[in-house]
């Protein structure tokens, strides 16, 4: 289906654009969410006819979102969850966790701004991109981890998993058993009978 575009899309184009997409796109998304007209005579006449207003308001839009950017830009947000010893989570990080936890700290965004691939499944921390517009994008840092304590420290920079793996490498530094390759399963080897018989 050919559709004028009323805003820029990713991957598709800009204002006024023709662009051909698949049916379903422009029927299910596009079209109901007011981003685009059918391409025919009749919208292309009224697409022209309201194009310095439709530009004026993107502007603006977009002015607004650079001004919520910057205030948003670089924000860390901590999210503390359940984990295993191996720093995988009982559970996952959402975009629903992401928006609560910027609303706590006075940030307004919609959950369809927030562009997450795949949601966090382990602790640590991650980049979450926010598109506050569709040529404002920002970046906020998601802290995971067990504790307010292990928050701080990954926020200082600290691997929290490595770290704890090293510690647990060195702890197991302790008792081992004498070990003979020649040793039948069971058998008991006493020092003074093998001196003994090599007497």
């Known amino acids: 289906m050919d559709i004028i575009l009323l805003e820029r899309i990713e991957k598709l184009g800009s204002i006024g654009d023709v662009v051909t997409v698949k049916d ?22 009224v697409f022209e006819a309201n194009r310095d207003r439709l530009e004026a ?6 002015s607004d979102a650079e001004k919520a950017g910057e ?9 503390i969850r359940a984990a295993s010893n191996a720093g995988q989570l009982y559970g996952s990080v959402n975009v629903r966790d992401v928006t609560a936890a910027l609303k ?24 979450v991109t926010l598109a506050l517009h ?10 995971v981890a067990r504790s307010d304590d292990e928050a ?6 600290v691997d929290v998993l490595a770290a704890m793996f090293e510690e647990e490498a060195q702890d197991k530094g302790g008792f081992t058993e004498a070990f ?12 003074d009978e093998v001196e003994g018989d090599e007497a």
């Open 152 to 157: 701080t420290l990954q926020s200082e920079g």
């Open 57 to 62: 308001e993107n502007a603006e839009r977009r």
């Open 24 to 45: 379903g796109y422009a029927r299910n998304y596009l079209l109901p969410e007011k981003k685009a007209l059918r391409a025919n005579a009749a919208n292309k006449k």
């Open 104 to 127: 706590d700290k006075g940030f307004d965004v919609d959950k369809k701004q927030v562009v997450m691939g795949s949601p966090i499944k382990t602790i640590g921390m991650f980049d």
């Open 71 to 79: 205030k948003i830009n670089g924000t860390e947000i901590v999210l």
């Open 180 to 191: 003979d390759p020649n040793a039948e399963p069971g058998e008991i080897l006493i020092e």
């Open 134 to 143: 569709p040529e404002v994008r920002v970046t906020i840092k998601a802290n």
